[in-house]
């Protein structure tokens, strides 16, 4: 397992490539949403590079604001592509290359994605999915949903996180209150060409999380959203998605679902949330972070970019920057 990762690592030399910790800077804010807002989070991945991905249960009623289809490659700037639902999926932007070779690209779904669920008695909903590269690790798919329900903020970051390690803080202009009914905080991960061990048995790679200065995982990774029986390069992919239990403080490889809980974290009366991460086996590639927190929040990082504003008329969408995340997790890679 471990050869071929080191092939793929050489090879990216000999291209020129450079493996040394990434010039490039962390995860950075791609959407925030202020409103009565819930998001669906979900992945998938197969050496076949063909199959389904489903959403976890969806409220009746909902209609969708955003979509967008990510694939995690072990490549570097190798072409990649495929289809949801028998529709070309043009992944137009690139997320950056970390250690030399891996990388994530994003495609906007949501013409694709919005038929589907607007007007829908909601569920579950199952969307068909292809890859035309062997390089293609799987898929996550994000979607944020106007429901009508209590002030949250989702924010989007993508990218790659520093493997020597991010800090953000999501500030709040009021103090929390993790007792309330319908508090939500939490954190969902993608990441890719992500291995530790057959059946999540482990090895020497660690990822670590903290939050408000306690720990809450050291376990991040390993290819939950396989279909397949067996990891390989192909199928190294996990996401924290709807259906995911939370992971438990400090859980094992097996039990972490990259889905975290913050809300232990949290003291009444506090104002912010605080997350370091690092990385210190820097090669898995964390391209994707996911937030869900109650109430309007603000963030602040080195590394986040200026807000971004998306649309709609009916509820504010702030754009703001938020949390710069370094988990990954060495997996050696495996050859099929």
């Given at each position: 397992?471990?050869?071929?990762?080191?092939?793929?690592?050489?090879?990216?030399a000999?291209?020129?490539?450079?493996?040394?910790?990434?010039?490039?800077?962390?995860?950075?804010?791609?959407?925030?949403?202020?409103?009565g807002?819930?998001?669906?989070?979900?992945?998938?991945?197969?050496?076949?590079?063909?199959?389904?991905?489903?959403?976890?249960?969806?409220?009746?009623?909902?209609?969708?604001?955003?979509?967008?289809?990510?694939?995690?490659?072990?490549?570097?700037?190798?072409?990649v592509?495929?289809?949801?639902?028998?529709?070309?999926?043009?992944?137009s932007?690139?997320?950056g290359?970390?250690?030399?070779?891996?990388?994530?690209f994003?495609?906007?779904?949501?013409?694709?994605?919005?038929?589907?669920?607007?007007g829908?008695?909601g569920?579950?909903?199952?969307?068909?999915?292809?890859?035309?590269?062997?390089?293609?690790?799987?898929?996550?798919?994000?979607?944020?949903?106007?429901?009508?329900?209590?002030?949250?903020?989702?924010?989007?970051?993508?990218?790659?996180?520093?493997?020597?390690?991010?800090?953000?803080?999501?500030?709040?202009?009021?103090a929390l209150?993790?007792t309330?009914?319908?508090?939500?905080?939490?954190?969902?991960?993608?990441?890719?060409?992500?291995?530790?061990?057959?059946?999540?048995?482990?090895?020497?790679?660690?990822?670590?999380?903290?939050?408000?200065?306690?720990?809450?995982?050291?376990?991040?990774?390993?290819?939950?959203?396989?279909?397949?029986a067996?990891?390989?390069?192909?199928?190294?992919?996990?996401?924290?998605?709807?259906?995911?239990?939370?992971?438990?403080?400090?859980p094992?490889?097996?039990?972490?679902?990259e889905?975290?809980?913050?809300?232990?974290?949290?003291?009444?009366?506090?104002?912010?949330?605080?997350?370091?991460?690092?990385?210190?086996?820097?090669?898995?590639?964390?391209?994707?972070?996911?937030?869900?927190?109650?109430?309007?929040?603000?963030?602040?990082?080195?590394?986040?970019?200026?807000?971004?504003?998306?649309?709609?008329?009916?509820?504010?969408?702030?754009?703001?920057?938020?949390?710069?995340?370094?988990?990954?997790?060495?997996?050696?890679?495996?050859t099929?």
């Amino acid at each position: 397992m471990r050869r071929l990762r080191n092939a793929l690592l050489a090879a990216s030399a000999v291209a020129g490539i450079g493996l040394a910790a990434p010039a490039a800077a962390s995860l950075s804010t791609f959407q925030t949403f202020v409103g009565g807002y819930d998001v669906s989070t979900s992945g998938w991945g197969s050496t076949s590079q063909s199959g389904n991905i489903s959403t976890g249960p969806i409220a009746a009623g909902a209609t969708v604001v955003a979509a967008y289809l990510y694939t995690s490659s072990f490549g570097g700037s190798a072409a990649v592509g495929g289809t949801l639902n028998g529709t070309a999926v043009n992944y137009s932007t690139a997320l950056g290359i970390n250690v030399g070779i891996l990388q994530a690209f994003r495609a906007d779904v949501t013409s694709i994605v919005k038929p589907v669920i607007d007007g829908g008695s909601g569920g579950v909903y199952t969307f068909s999915i292809t890859e035309t590269s062997g390089v293609q690790d799987g898929e996550a798919l994000v979607i944020v949903l106007n429901t009508g329900g209590p002030t949250r903020t989702i924010a989007i970051l993508d990218g790659f996180s520093a493997s020597t390690g991010d800090t953000a803080t999501l500030n709040f202009a009021s103090a929390l209150d993790p007792t309330a009914a319908g508090f939500t905080a939490e954190m969902r991960l993608g990441i890719g060409f992500s291995f530790d061990g057959t059946n999540c048995s482990g090895g020497s790679q660690t990822s670590q999380v903290t939050v408000n200065s306690t720990v809450i995982t050291n376990n991040a990774g390993c290819n939950d959203d396989s279909v397949d029986a067996t990891p390989n390069n192909g199928n190294l992919i996990t996401v924290g998605g709807d259906t995911d239990p939370f992971s438990a403080l400090l859980p094992t490889i097996p039990n972490d679902h990259e889905r975290y809980n913050l809300i232990p974290q949290i003291a009444l009366g506090d104002t912010a949330i605080k997350i370091d991460t690092l990385n210190p086996s820097n090669d898995d590639n964390i391209f994707l972070a996911v937030f869900k927190v109650s109430g309007e929040a603000t963030v602040t990082c080195p590394d986040c970019q200026p807000p971004t504003v998306p649309e709609p008329a009916t509820l504010a969408l702030v754009g703001l920057g938020m949390l710069g995340i370094g988990l990954a997790r060495r997996r050696p890679a495996v050859t099929r």
